[in-house]
């Protein structure tokens, strides 16, 4: 029999895949790079304010002046300096809150799935209780509880998302412990511990870093969201959330100040989304 | 004049190799062809072929289908399932999964006469009852109102083989009817395909791995090896005296039913070979020309 | 038989989530900094105003005590008093129910409607740039969350091309002659469709937002079953009987691969209805979720309890709902 050669079709799905993999990447590298540097880059200080130079609009459009790029909020504020330095806050939330919520979740879910047993009915009821919140009022009530702030929102990002993590992991480490290696490996004589850890998380890993990704960009999102509602950091700070807030208020009178911080938003979550997609399509033998 | 006639079929795997070699085959009109070869050789994509349902991943190349002299392959494909569904019927291999878990028996049976053939639904339904007592089912009127889960495999081959006869096919192409079957069920099974074949008076191709089937049901064969028909003649001929190397050793690799404790041959690496050569030569042949 | 055992065994593990919520949200909030009883009495009040306010509404007890108060309370259908607008819970929450309801129904049917159109015309188109096109749209609608989509259509519905209306329920100058407060199902029910017509304008970007991403989940899953489906025997043998393309994947296909999606939806619509509380704020649109919102920002205690209690209730039930939807759609369980 002849071999079957692959069909174009497919490496050109691999193509755009992978193309999808390096310009989210490249785009989430950028920002890393813009927000590390941010006092350097931004042309103004985000803070400043001068009511004389109000809703000016970006550098394109009639009455736009020199150096305010993409135009002035209301109080005069540089539109395109606070952008780069809501980076900051987007991107260690990011990075903080997703790591901290995969580390607890991941584990959670790994023990409960290889355990059984009575930790496994203790995890997954309690997975029940949080799947019946909603979750953004669940996370603008502990906001309240916790009081605004960069390790507030981390904390409520943690407290709620875990599970997303925790089911999945669980079920692929119940899947995992049913099958034959490791029931060899408990043979020949690794403990409980010592499978849990060598045997089958090696085996999850792809799918806790997708998921992982996938939790980066809902992290940006959730922050956004909180400053949306004014209950992010505090109110002077430069977020994305809290501009978008800002710019839907005024969206008729400058709808620059709504547009640019929702595009680079926009693009960010797609980045990180797009970039766990891409790796999962690649790598990941579980979710795909 | 045959009522199907494939010349020179040639398919192949979209970019890929040849899955059958310039095909040429007649079945009269009421006549048993039986197409044999091993798994993989092609005797079902020629039923495939002919019924429209090659998968997207396999083109047609080259031939004709002709199906009372109208060659299937140049006709728009709309015009071209109309005529099928018209004419030809299939039978398939595995009861379980042919028919559609979430429709009741009745309108599988009816759907192609209601909504190709245009009849009166309480006229398809009498027809549907009619067609279940021929292929010997006990309570015709509990079995339209069931799901096919709640019917066992004999059953639902009985059903699929009366739904194959519903609208008066002239060409039924049967594709391994027995195979999923239990050995207890399969010979029922088979006398009841030729029985309504010879009541019926249809032309039927009939797809199987078994050359002890074939001596029962067909009046000719095809053999078939790599997408190639090695040998074609009628049943009488064949088990007398099979002309090519191939069938005679695939005949010998068949447990006679006559005499079950005669030794079986496997065919021998010579016979396979010398046929691989042939194969060979004829695609070589075809870049050639 | 099945479906009893499905229904006791889910009720139990129903009522031990819901308490689990109630536990969870009545101690989260006693944690709230501000005193709310301090924050409704206007400035100047003596501390005696605020015990006395406070020994009204129960809050000077221990917190067992006003936890068992409040359950039994809840047993009985009392969900408490207000503290901002002294009103019962109840009352209020119920008000706004309708609401949050239409929203979430209609944005649910967004989604089926959009997302089962782009699952047919890809299984339909499948291999060519048709599936594709669809395939990409689909990638994007789920990379982003419902939020985002919200301020992307304000933008292009309610600024560029402004033909809905970005904020409220309904014109607020326009004469109600209604009784429910499901507007949108009693002005139908009213003919009266200057009404109607009105309501779906303040509707539909919400929803849309809403739908959106749930719309690339439908599209996607339902797709990839399609795809399955079509190459099952029985619609080859569908195929040989003389039916179109089209006709295959809707009459035999599309009841069998839409059984698979339906679960995963009804977990998804969830998603969605907790999607509303944003969304809502977004649109300053009078349902549920705003009111919870603004419950927080007032620290009205028994108002959040009662949202939360409520939402989770019907998270709870739609995913009963759905579960019981499986079994009767599914001719195998049901004789089973």
């Known amino acids: ?288 | 004049m045959s009522f199907l006639s494939i010349r020179n079929l040639s398919v192949r795997l979209k970019k890929g190799p040849s899955l059958l070699r310039r095909v040429s085959l007649d079945v009269a009109a009421g006549e048993v062809r039986g197409l044999v070869g091993e798994s993989g050789a092609g005797k079902s994509m020629i039923g495939k072929a002919v019924l429209g349902i090659l998968p997207p991943s396999i083109e047609v190349t080259g031939g004709e289908i002709l199906l009372d002299g109208v060659d299937l392959l140049q006709l728009p494909p709309a015009q071209r399932r109309k005529r099928i569904g018209a004419t030809c019927a299939l039978i398939p291999q595995d009861p379980l999964t042919a028919l559609n878990p979430s429709h009741r028996i009745g309108p599988q049976i009816t759907d192609r006469l209601v909504d190709i053939l245009g009849w009166t639904r309480p006229d398809a339904e009498t027809r549907a009852r009619e067609l279940l007592a021929e292929v010997q089912i006990a309570d015709p009127d509990r079995v339209l109102r069931s799901y096919p889960h709640e019917l066992s495999g004999g059953m639902r081959q009985r059903i699929l083989i009366a739904s194959a006869f519903a609208a008066e096919p002239k060409l039924i192409v049967a594709d391994e009817p027995t195979t999923a079957l239990d050995v207890t069920v399969q010979k029922q099974i088979l006398k009841l395909i030729a029985g309504m074949q010879a009541r019926h008076n249809t032309a039927l191709l009939f797809v199987t791995h078994d050359l002890g089937v074939v001596s029962k049901v067909c009046q000719k064969l095809s053999v078939l090896y790599a997408g190639m028909v090695v040998e074609d003649a009628t049943v009488a001929d064949f088990f007398a005296a099979p002309r090519h190397a191939y069938s005679a050793a695939l005949l010998a690799a068949t447990p006679k039913y006559t005499d079950p404790s005669a030794g079986l041959q496997p065919v021998p690496d010579a016979v396979i070979a010398a046929v691989q050569a042939e194969v060979a030569a004829f695609d070589k042949g075809l870049a050639h020309g | 038989m099945p479906i009893l055992r499905i229904l006791l065994v889910r009720l139990l593990t129903t009522a031990i989530t819901l308490a689990g919520v109630a536990v969870i949200v009545f101690f989260v909030i006693r944690v709230v900094p501000g005193n709310p009883i301090a924050m409704m009495l206007p400035p100047g009040a003596t501390e005696e105003d605020i015990a006395r306010l406070s020994a009204l509404y129960g809050l000077d007890k221990p917190l067992i005590a006003q936890f068992g108060i409040w359950v039994s309370g809840v047993l009985q259908g009392d969900f408490g008093t207000s503290i901002t607008t002294r009103q019962p819970v109840l009352d209020l929450v119920l008000g706004r129910l309708p609401a949050t309801l239409e929203l979430s129904i209609m944005a649910l049917v967004m989604a089926m409607i959009l997302g089962g159109a782009a699952a047919l015309t890809g299984t339909r188109y499948r291999g060519g740039r048709t599936e594709g096109a669809i395939d990409v749209a689909n990638g994007m609608a789920l990379s982003v969350p419902d939020f985002l989509w919200g301020l992307v259509l304000i933008l292009l519905f309610g600024v560029l091309v402004p033909v809905f209306h970005i904020s409220g329920r309904v014109t607020p100058s326009l004469d109600l002659p209604f009784t429910t407060n499901f507007y949108l199902f009693e002005s139908l029910l009213r003919l009266r469709f200057d009404l109607w017509a009105d309501i779906v304008a303040h509707m539909f970007m919400p929803a849309l937002a809403l739908a959106i991403p749930l719309a690339a989940i439908i599209g996607q899953l339902l797709k990839q079953s399609l795809k399955e489906t079509m190459n099952l025997d029985y619609v080859t043998l569908a195929r040989t009987k003389g039916y179109g393309e089209t006709r295959v994947i809707l009459r035999e296909a599309l009841r069998n691969a839409a059984l698979p999606t339906l679960t995963l939806v009804g977990v998804q619509f969830t998603f969605l209805i907790g999607g509303t509380v944003i969304i809502e704020r977004l649109f300053s649109y009078e349902g549920l979720g705003n009111m919870a919102i603004d419950a927080v920002i007032n620290r009205d205690l028994p108002l959040i309890q009662g949202i939360v209690i409520l939402f989770a209730v019907i998270f709870t039930a739609v995913n009963l709902i759905v579960d019981l939807l499986y079994t009767v759609l599914n001719p195998r369980l049901r004789h089973g």
């Open chain 1, 1 to 288: 029999m002849a071999e079957a050669k692959p069909l174009d079709g497919r490496s050109l799905v691999r193509r755009r895949a992978g193309l999808r993999l390096w310009l989210s990447a490249g785009w989430l590298a950028l920002l890393c790079a813009v927000a590390l540097l941010a006092p350097w880059i931004a042309p103004k200080d985000p803070l400043a304010q001068d009511l004389f130079l109000g809703r000016l609009p970006p550098f394109w459009v009639q009455g736009a002046e020199p150096g305010y790029w993409l135009g002035t909020d209301s109080l005069g504020r540089d539109v395109l300096s606070r952008i780069i330095h809501g980076a900051r806050v987007a991107l260690t939330v990011a990075l903080v809150a997703g790591t901290i919520t995969c580390l607890v979740g991941a584990s959670l879910g790994l023990i409960a799935g290889f355990l059984r047993g009575w930790v496994d009915l203790v995890i997954s009821r309690l997975i029940d209780i949080w799947m019946a919140f909603p979750p953004v009022l669940f996370s603008i009530l502990l906001i309240a509880v916790l009081g605004p702030g960069l390790l507030s929102i981390i904390i409520a990002i943690v407290v709620i998302d875990w599970t997303r993590f925790a089911r999945v992991v669980r079920a692929e480490a119940m899947a995992q412990g049913a099958m034959d290696y490791v029931a060899s490996a408990r043979v020949a004589g690794r403990g409980r511990l010592g499978t849990m850890v060598r045997e089958i998380l090696p085996n999850v890993l792809p799918t806790i870093v997708v998921l992982l990704t996938l939790e980066m960009g809902i992290a940006v999102i959730v922050e956004a969201i909180l400053s949306f509602v004014n209950l992010s950091i505090s109110t002077d700070d430069p977020t994305w959330g809290g501009m978008i807030s800002e710019g839907r208020t005024s969206v008729h009178q400058a709808w620059w100040v709504l547009v640019f911080p929702l595009i680079t938003l926009f693009l960010t979550v797609l980045a990180f989304s797009q970039l766990g997609e891409g790796l999962k399509d690649r790598y990941d033998p579980v979710l795909r």
